[in-house]
């Protein structure tokens, strides 16, 4: 009987350990996706700027030409 308790206790460290090594595992897994949608989050945040710049070019060139217009 004893026997039985520590070949089951010796089972239940192990299964332990394994669980523990591959929430390890995962919680690298996710950090390096989470990294990568932060990466992308910037790079999209770049785009927007030059989006916004380019907007900005066209309705300062839209002003020039209204102006040019009236007069």
Do not use: P, R
Not at 35 to 40: F, T
Not at 52 to 65: N, R
């Amino acid at each position: 009987m004893e026997n039985l308790q520590i070949k089951l206790t010796v089972l239940l460290l192990l299964i332990e350990v394994i669980a523990f090594a591959w929430l390890i595992i995962d919680i690298q897994k996710s950090k390096k996706n989470q990294n990568k949608i932060i990466e992308l989050e910037h790079q999209i945040l770049k785009v927007e700027g030059s989006i916004m710049e380019l907007e900005k070019t066209i309705v300062d060139k839209i002003d020039i030409l209204i102006d040019k217009s009236n007069d």
